[in-house]
């Protein structure tokens, strides 16, 4: 990192113009790219030809350029991993390095974003289809798009605004593709265990205009209820494992119900109506329609509040289903998240020039907020104490259906990151 505490001149007026004026000119290119980065379905552990494109992307930019793949053995030892159910093979990052010419003297930056999407659930429930992009009455639609493709191309082309001004940033610059950021957050993770640090990091994930002030922390988990199973016609002396995971999932909940009674002992979580979710995504059980289901499983995402411990709150779990009085036999693994939630503390000079670079976009102040799901800026705020400024565009439907994006949010957005480059690095004029 920098150890230079004021990270170049200020901006004039004319070269603010200058930036602002480059994002437009290349604003339908903008979302030409972003269109064809939705195209890539990347899906997890299939992320490979959406990171093809950004690595060529990035790599034409001249910047320095590394790729690699995901280790389990160094990310396990870390306190916020998160355990991986797919093959790590299929699992890498990439990240593009712009270093200025000659002594890095502006602060350093690293401009984050993952690659990953969720599942589109079943695409005949869309009006169209999710790997196509659209732009529909303001909207770009498909999978990711909001979530979160068009951050990664507004962070690429904020970057590339600054350079068409004729200017170039006097801080080292990171730009970063990562995977997982849907399952367990182990991209960010790896990318920060290889080196990759700074003094202040960008993350445009959707987040309606505004900046993220606190988040939750999440665990993944899969409970299996088990027993004997039997011919229907004797299932009265049978035990149905189905039947019995749904008072399992009520016991779950009263964890739930007393983590949220709790909120009013958590900074910015107080006015949030139901800030704690323990959320049943998927459900399976038995063998065979005329056999009583000696299985069943589901799966959950727990959140916690920050400053609690994810160990901790696993074993308040584990406590809740090991003192449930039951014919069957309970048990319970991690597939993912095991991550802590945090706050992006109030006054940061990085806060402050963020906030500075959105008012002279939008001529209004920068909102603040809190959200109850999972960022990857906990890895950077917790783990390498960088403030982690979470901002991004207005989205609809992320993880739903017909998921988009606001074209003229994005394009807010973009500008709102290039004017952040710009006076956090500092600049210099092109020769």
């Known amino acids: 990192m920098s ?31 972003t269109a064809e980065l939705v195209r890539h379905p990347s899906l997890r552990a299939q992320e490979s030809s959406a990171q093809d494109l950004l690595f060529a992307a990035l ?10 793949q995901l280790e389990e053995e160094s990310l396990s030892g870390h306190v916020g991993y998160g355990p991986t159910t797919v093959a790590f093979e299929d699992l890498t990052n990439v990240v593009g390095t712009y270093t200025p010419e000659g002594s890095a003297e ?57 350079r068409a001004a004729g200017l170039s940033p006097q ?18 993770l790896a990318a920060l265990q290889r080196g990759y640090t700074a003094d202040a990091v960008v993350i445009p994930e959707p987040e309606e205009d505004m900046l993220v002030r606190a988040n939750v922390g999440v665990i993944w ?51 949030l109506e139901h800030p ?5 995504g998927t459900i399976a059980g038995g063998d065979w ?38 014919e069957a036999e309970i048990s319970a693994v991690r597939t993912g998240f095991f991550s802590e939630g945090y706050v992006l503390e109030e006054g940061s000079a990085a806060e402050q020039a963020l906030a500075a670079a959105h008012q002279h976009v939008t001529g ?32 609809e439907s992320i993880h739903g259906f017909d998921e988009r994006v606001s074209v003229e949010s994005v394009r807010t957005v973009t500008k709102t990151i290039a004017l952040f480059i710009a006076t956090w690095c500092g600049v210099s004029e092109t020769a």
């Open 171 to 188: 801080g080292r610059i990171h730009l970063q593709s990562v995977v997982e950021e849907e399952c367990t957050g182990n991209g960010s």
């Open 364 to 395: 209004a102040e920068l909102q603040s907020f809190t959200t109850p799901g999972y960022l990857d800026g906990r890895v950077f705020s917790l783990y390498a104490g960088i403030p982690a400024l979470v901002y991004g565009p207005t989205s």
């Open 276 to 280: 704690i979710n323990f959320n049943i």
């Open 3 to 33: 150890s230079n505490p004021v990270g170049g001149v200020p901006l004039d007026d004319g070269q603010r113009r200058r930036i602002l004026d480059a994002v437009d000119a290349a604003f339908d290119r903008q979302l030409a790219f």
């Open 106 to 162: 502006g602060r350093s930056l690293i401009l984050n974003g993952h690659v990953d999407v969720v599942p589109t659930g079943p695409e005949e429930t869309w009006s169209r289809s999710p790997w196509d992009a659209p732009v529909i009455d303001g909207w770009m639609y498909g999978r990711g798009v909001a979530d979160m493709k068009a951050g990664l191309a507004a962070n690429l082309f904020a970057f590339d605004a600054v």
């Open 59 to 68: 790599q034409e930019r001249g910047l320095e350029m590394d790729r690699w």
């Open 221 to 271: 988990f899969r409970v299996r209820v088990s027993g004997q199973p039997t011919h229907v016609r004797e299932m009265a002396s049978g035990f149905n494992a189905i039947d019995a995971a749904y008072p399992v999932m009520q016991e779950l909940r009263t964890v739930q119900d007393r983590w949220n009674a709790d909120k009013g002992n958590h900074r910015y979580f107080e006015d």
């Open 289 to 326: 329609p005329s056999s009583v289901p000696s299985w069943c499983e589901f799966d959950v995402r727990a959140s916690l509040y920050p400053g609690i411990s994810a160990a901790d709150a696993w074993r308040e779990i584990e406590d809740c289903l090991g003192s449930i009085e039951s």
